[in-house]
């Protein structure tokens, strides 16, 4: 009888144990599923501003009259990508930092800062296709090299595309193993 009280105790401790430990690595997936969501929350950000800046960039290259006019609207651009890529090193550092002891959360990570790093060799290439035609001395020289810069610009361009589908991709899994343990913060 007194064997089985203390086995009875013994194993109330180990239960109430192992629910303790339960809710603290629940707490710790629900804190390690914001800090997650709030480094990517950034990407959205970054992509609306940068966007934004594309978009009268293309209205200016649209709009130019000449090879400078161009020029100007090509500086804007490698400006533009040097300041988003400097924001995407910050967000893999951000990432980089973060200790995840959940391993699913620890390989959406991997593959989102691999993401990242593939988005930033993306935009380098749309940004030397840019410092081209910066570099470019005469109009003529333009017109020659112009079906060469076209591709580069698109294959990067279809890059980009193939990479925002990959983030999407990768946000809705996320999406899915956190769902309801951002609630709990």
Do not use: P
């Amino acid at each position: 009888m007194i064997h089985c009280r203390v086995l009875q105790a013994s194993t109330r401790k180990t239960i109430l144990s192992g629910l303790l430990l339960g809710l603290v690595s629940c707490n710790a997936q629900a804190s390690q599923c914001k800090q997650f969501a709030d480094i990517t929350q950034q990407s959205q950000s970054i992509r609306e501003s940068f966007d934004s800046e594309i978009e009268n960039v293309q209205l200016k290259a649209s709009g130019a009259q000449n090879l400078e006019q161009l020029k100007v609207a090509a500086k804007e651009y490698t400006g533009a990508v040097s300041q988003v890529t400097d924001q995407l090193d910050s967000m893999t550092q951000s990432f980089e930092g973060v200790a995840l002891t959940d391993e699913q959360l620890d390989e959406y990570r991997d593959r989102y800062v691999a993401f990242l790093k593939e988005t930033k060799t993306a935009l380098g290439i749309a940004s030397g296709v840019m410092q081209q035609v910066i570099d470019t001395k005469t109009e003529t020289e333009f017109r020659d090299s112009f079906s060469t810069l076209t591709a580069q610009g698109d294959r990067a361009f279809s890059d980009l595309q193939s990479l925002d589908s990959e983030e999407e991709d990768i946000l809705d899994q996320f999406n899915a193993y956190c769902a309801g343990e951002l609630d709990k913060i």
